[in-house]
């Protein structure tokens, strides 16, 4: 069974920063990506940033320049590094594990930009 636990969230004012951390443990293979995904109240799931295996990036572009995703292999962990938050940055963050012939979910961590 495969697990992605994700940590990090939070509130914090416009201009700040947080960094989420995705820890994955259990039985998996040929790793395609990992990365960030978000929901903000009453609109679909978008992606926010990915990694893939050879280490390539992509972000959307409401973040590309704020964000920054990275992966400590050794730990099984990716990150997502949020600067210049915005109040449109709130939403429930996932962390997505793709793997050939499967994809997995973390629960969400609430992520909440307001002064």
């Known amino acids: 069974q495969v697990q992605l636990v994700e940590s990090g969230g939070g509130l914090v004012q416009p201009g700040g920063s947080l960094r989420l951390s995705c820890a994955a443990s259990?039985?998996?293979?040929?790793?395609?990506?990992m990365g960030w995904y978000r929901q903000a109240p009453g609109k679909q799931r978008e992606l926010v940033a990915v990694?893939?295996?050879?280490?390539?990036?992509a972000y959307a572009s409401s973040v590309k320049g704020r964000f920054t995703i990275s992966r400590d292999n050794a730990k099984n962990t990716v990150y997502l590094q949020m600067n210049s938050l915005k109040p449109e940055d709130t939403a429930v963050y996932y962390c997505n594990l793709q793997v050939v012939g499967n994809v997995y979910w973390g629960q969400g961590t609430q992520v909440s930009v307001s002064s």
């Open positions: 259990g039985s998996y293979f040929n790793i395609y990506a």
């Open positions: 990694i893939r295996s050879g280490g390539s990036s």
